[in-house]
């Protein structure tokens, strides 16, 4: 099997995505630095995006897709993305001026 | 000899750079490093959208995320990069308990996305790629223009616009620029709220 | 002045006032003055001021309203010729003298002024009202009652001063062995003066029978509180406790006169009551008098047409006009401490002197003479049989019993007793007036006794006569008003004059004169004359061995004798003003006296000669008969005869000492024993009883005891074990399920509180756990297509 010639699916997009999924999530779970985490938070994502643009393509499933909503989902996932990582970064801020720290295992207030 | 499949290379390429610096991002500790392999798998994702047929999806991608959100991360990063901060190791047994958990997260990923037979490859193509930009923005005023020659009455009725999520987004994105300048301001001195009392 | 109109005014006054100063007392008592003496000068102006109302009705509107009474004398004169025609009549027939004799005597009679204040309630044919009947009885008695009462406040107000501060009372003593301290309670003491002088002028003006209960049952709660004085002593006490239960006993009786009389009459009142104000006295409104003795029967006593109605066919309704009047009799027995009820005035004496001479003495007792006075018309002339009957006992055993007596109000309890006695006899054998007027008379002597009594016993701090002896030195007033009243009780006097006596020689003139009357006319009751007689002796025996033992001779006991000294002003110039009217409350001067006045409250109809039903050989004779020589001259003579004896018995045994009552009483060893045991009566009641009563409560105590108490114990028993049982389930069942389930759910929730670590990558981590789980779940569990 040649992978230069054999077209792809969205199966093969489904497995980017899981990569970034399982990249993001990991990376959240071991960072301990707040602004890994929020990068981790950024694959995890991309990998959901990079499944909706997969499962809305006009190329790789013609007749079957799920039309321009994914596109506009993935477009809204963005925006949200944006919109989170910029409240993420004020609150990593303030954390960094209250603790003088930015390692989240600090931030152990939710302890039960 | 089949001749080769254009799309495939380059979605091969794409796909690589993203999972590669994907995993860089995780495997690496500094974290100047992981913003900016973070930067390169993010493009890289935006390619894939490209290729996907999804081109002003991947625009937007590289305008907002690459050029936006990462910006202001790695803001975030200069602000905090001070020495002990740069570089923080993470306990070796905590690594093994992340790599099984995502290896297992990952197996069932991997096994939902090629069991499936409709999601497989397809051997034939759509002669001409679309600009989707005027549906997209159409559709975020409420017009389906896509959806005119949908045949079935039922369905083209739930195909109606996307004004109302469109509007929501917009004041959510506000609401949250808004929450993210207070949030962030600087604090000021206790003293001075004490002494008006 | 209208008297119908300014007498109900005044006299209403006169009874209110001491009600507005005991209410006065009542509230503000303790903060009157120190120690609450500025009580006692309420009380006494109140009183004084009844006192003055009263006395502005008798002078200055009852006199010249009704005019001066005959005097007695013209009265007999008047009669001298009626009486031969009455005895001619009598002699040739036997037949009932009615009409003429009647209505030519009743023509001293004046209307009683009757109507009602107040109406309290009315419930279809019973209504209660607050009325008045105002004749120149009630007058009299408001007089007489007000001045008693008020001389006797002035008295109290110089005897009670121990109560002005703490007081010590060394007849208690506590269980620690020390004697009672308490604070001084002599506001209470006016208070209750009060509240009695309001509830005896109740009685005496009261317009019907119902108003007349009420006061009565509040003459005889005054009396159980002033008895009940010193309530520390356990013999105070115990005789307020005596003479409350035993005036319950004869009330019993008087309520069922009460029902008796409106369930037959239905009314209450006693005269007749213009309700409709048309002027005329229709049938539905006349009072209880007119309905017994009817216009229409020229005032005869006979059973009245709601009687016949209301008793049962074939029974004689005549039975129901005696029941009423013996019921009616029966109250007045109790307050008046006649035979058998005679037993609680004595114990009476437990209460400070004022009290017994106000109360038991002068007043209260007199509320029983003065009902059946009041009710004399509705009585049948076997009731009034009765009534003397029981008067005669009375009078006997209780001057019996005073002979021996050594306690100074003891020796007075029972003369008055005894003069009570006189009094029910003289009503019972059909003297009114004769009754009436020993009732007045008799109120001021027996009062100056007993102030004189309590002046002793102030001085000697003693009741005992046998530690006194030779006082007359030390207290000169007090010897000599009680001389005056001991004289006034006998009867002292010069034969026939008509002011040369003392007043009780009036009086008991009259009584004897009558009982005299009576014994001619019904031979077979003689008995009742000469009991009567033989009491005047007595009564002058022991009123003369109690002067001459506190007074005269040598003191018997020399510590108290040189303590002896005279009482303050306050306490002995009341009695020089009783002893004043104990001298000349039975004189008939200038055509005005006590006698003649209450000819005017005469009820109609009862001068008439009258026979009995039931017993028809029983004849009450016309009272003014009484008056005609041949038994006014021989009563007199035998009342002074008898009085003197006495005298003379009590001058040699205690006076000159040439018998010694010692030996005499060692002689009669059985008959002394008998007396000073009072007759047994305590002893018999007890035994009759008290004793039955507390062994059966002893058995019903015991019953409850051993089978109730066990029961209820067994009961309680078995409830308690099914309790426990209960308990058991409770703790280990239900709270033990209860328990484990919330020690579970707590582990649990201390188990996830250690997952809670606060580490956010943890967190994460659990995130992609359960994501995978939910994967294998979906996957391996449910058996879902919608995938492919």
């Known amino acids: 099997m040649n992978i230069f010639t054999e077209p792809v699916g969205v199966s093969h997009y489904l497995v980017v995505g899981a990569v970034m999924f399982v990249a993001g999530a990991v990376c959240m779970a071991t960072k301990r630095n707040a602004l890994g985490v929020l990068m981790g938070i950024e694959l995890v994502l991309n990998g959901a995006n990079v499944n909706f643009v997969a499962f809305g393509s006009q190329y790789l499933r013609p007749g079957a897709n799920i039309g321009l909503d994914g596109q506009l989902i993935a477009l809204f996932v963005i925006v949200l993305a944006a919109a989170e990582a910029a409240v993420a970064l004020a609150i990593t801020l303030n954390f960094y001026n209250n603790h003088s720290t930015v390692d989240v295992d600090q931030a152990d207030e939710l302890k039960g | 000899m089949e001749p080769i499949n254009w799309h495939s290379v380059f979605f091969m390429l794409f796909s690589l750079v993203a999972c590669g610096f994907s995993l860089a991002v995780v495997l690496t500790s500094n974290i100047v490093r992981m913003a900016f392999y973070l930067v390169i798998a993010l493009a890289a994702t935006s390619g894939l959208f490209f290729l996907a047929g999804a081109d002003f999806v991947g625009a937007m991608q590289i305008m907002i995320y690459v050029g936006g959100t990462l910006v202001l991360l790695i803001f975030g990063v200069m602000l905090t990069a001070k020495g002990p901060f740069i570089n923080m190791k993470t306990a070796a047994g905590e690594w093994i308990l992340a790599t099984i958990v995502g290896g297992s997260l990952f197996v069932v990923l991997l096994s939902a996305a090629t069991n499936v037979p409709s999601w497989q490859a397809l051997d034939e193509r759509p002669a001409e790629a679309q600009v989707t930009a005027t549906r997209l923005g159409m559709a975020l005023m409420g ?55 | 002045m209208d008297p119908v109109s300014i007498l109900p005014k005044l006299l209403g006054a006169a009874w209110l006032i001491p009600l507005a100063s005991f209410t006065l007392i009542v509230f503000f008592g303790p903060r009157m003055g120190k120690a609450g003496n500025k009580a006692g000068y309420l009380a006494t102006a109140a009183i004084g001021t009844s006192c003055a109302l009263s006395l502005f009705a008798l002078f200055f509107v009852w006199l010249p309203s009704y005019g001066v009474p005959p005097a007695l004398e013209h009265a007999a004169a008047d009669h001298a010729s009626t009486d031969h025609e009455a005895g001619d009549h009598e002699a040739a027939a036997g037949h009932e003298s009615s009409g003429h004799d009647a209505a030519h005597a009743d023509a001293a009679t004046v209307k009683p002024i009757v ?46 001063h121990d109560e002005l501060h703490d007081v010590v009372d060394h007849e208690v003593r506590l269980s620690d062995g020390h004697h009672l301290h308490r604070p ?44 009940g004085f010193y309530y520390e002593r356990k013999s105070a006490s115990n005789a307020a406790n005596k003479a409350f239960i035993v005036n319950r006993i004869g009330d019993f009786g008087m309520i069922i006169g009460l029902m008796a009389l409106f369930a037959s009459l239905a009314t209450f009142n006693f005269g007749d009551i213009d309700y409709d104000g048309n002027g005329a006295i229709e049938v539905a409104e006349r009072g209880i008098f007119s309905q017994v003795r009817t216009p229409e029967n020229h005032f005869a006593i006979a059973v009245p047409e709601g009687m016949v109605r209301a008793t049962a066919p074939g029974h004689d309704p005549y039975w129901m006009l005696v029941i009423a009047g013996i019921g009616i009799f029966c109250g007045c027995v109790g307050k008046s401490a006649q035979f058998p009820l005679h037993v609680w005035l004595p114990d009476a004496m437990e209460g400070p002197t004022p009290v017994s001479a106000l109360v038991h003495s002068a007043t209260m007792v007199a509320a029983g003479v003065y009902l059946v006075g009041r009710f004399f018309p509705v009585f049948a002339p076997e009731v009034l049989l009765v009534i003397a009957i029981t008067g005669c006992i009375t009078l006997f055993i209780a001057a019996t019993i005073a002979i021996t007596a050594v306690d100074i109000k003891r020796v007075l309890a029972y003369s008055t007793v005894s003069q009570l006695g006189y009094m029910m006899l003289a009503l019972g054998v ?17 009062s100056l006794l007993f102030m004189c009594s309590g002046s002793v016993i102030h001085a000697c701090h003693t009741n005992d ?79 003369f061995r109690l002067w001459f033992m506190t007074f005269a001779g040598e003191p018997r006991d020399h510590h108290i004798y040189d303590h002896a000294h005279e009482s303050p002003k306050i306490m002995y110039y009341p009695l020089v003003v009783l002893a004043v009217f104990a001298i000349g409350s039975g004189w008939s001067l200038f055509g005005f006296g ?29 009272e003014h008969t009484s008056h005609i020589d041949a038994f006014h001259v021989p009563a007199t003579i035998w009342a002074t005869s008898t009085a003197l004896a006495g005298f003379l018995l009590a001058v040699v045994f205690y006076g000159l000492r040439l018998l010694d009552a010692r030996e005499v009483s060692q002689q009669f060893q059985p008959i002394y024993r008998f007396l000073v045991h009072k007759w047994y009566f305590d002893e018999l009641y007890g035994f009759l009883f008290v004793r039955p009563v ?63 670590t606060g580490k956010l990558r943890q967190y994460v981590m659990f995130i992609v756990v359960g994501t995978v789980g939910l994967f294998v779940l979906i996957t391996f569990y449910l058996n879902s297509t919608y995938a492919g």
């Open chain 2, 143 to 197: 017009a389906r223009v896509d959806a005119l020659e949908e045949a079935d009455p039922v369905t083209r009725r739930g195909l109606s616009g996307y004004l109302l999520p469109f509007e929501i987004v917009s004041v959510h994105l506000l609401v949250v620029l808004i929450g993210a300048a207070y949030l962030a301001r600087p604090k000021k001195r206790a003293r001075g709220s004490a002494d008006s009392l």
């Open chain 3, 115 to 160: 109507g009602d204040w107040y109406t309290l309630g009315k419930f279809g044919a019973l209504q209660l009202t607050i009325g008045y009947y105002i004749d120149s009885l009630t007058v009299l008695m408001f007089a007489m009652v007000t001045i008693i009462a008020t001389l006797i406040h002035f008295y109290a107000y110089g005897y009670m």
């Open chain 3, 184 to 227: 001084g309670r002599f506001y209470r003491f006016f208070q209750y003066l009060s509240l009695f002088c309001f509830s005896m002028l109740g009685i005496v003006i009261a317009g019907n029978i119902a108003m007349v209960f009420v006061f009565w049952e509040l003459v005889g709660i005054c009396s159980y509180f002033l008895i």
């Open chain 3, 694 to 756: 507390l062994f059966v409560s002893r058995r019903v105590a015991e019953f409850d005891k051993r089978v109730i108490d066990r029961f209820i114990d067994n009961l309680a028993l078995g409830v308690r074990m099914i309790s426990t049982f209960d308990d058991l389930i409770d703790r280990y069942l239900v709270d033990g399920a209860v328990n484990t389930t919330a020690g579970w759910l707590y582990g649990l929730g201390r188990w996830f509180h250690g997952a809670e």
């Open chain 3, 594 to 622: 006590v006698q003649p006045l209450l000819e005017q409250a005469r009820p109609a109809g009862i001068l008439a000669e009258t026979h009995g039903v039931l017993l028809p050989e029983l004849v009450h004779p016309n």
């Open chain 3, 465 to 543: 006569m046998t530690k006194m002896g030779g006082l007359r030195k030390k207290m000169p007033w007090t010897a000599y008003t009680m001389l005056v009243g001991c004289l006034a009780i006998m009867g002292a006097g010069v034969p026939f004059s008509i002011w040369l006596a003392f007043s009780g020689h009036y009086s008991k003139d009259a009584i004897l004169a009558q009982a005299l009357s009576f014994s001619t006319s019904n031979p077979s009751l003689s008995i009742l004359f000469y009991v009567a007689a033989a009491g005047a002796a007595i009564t002058a025996f022991y009123m």
């Open chain 3, 430 to 446: 059909g003297g009114w007036s004769a009754g009436m007027f020993h009732l007045v008379t008799h109120a001021f002597f027996k």
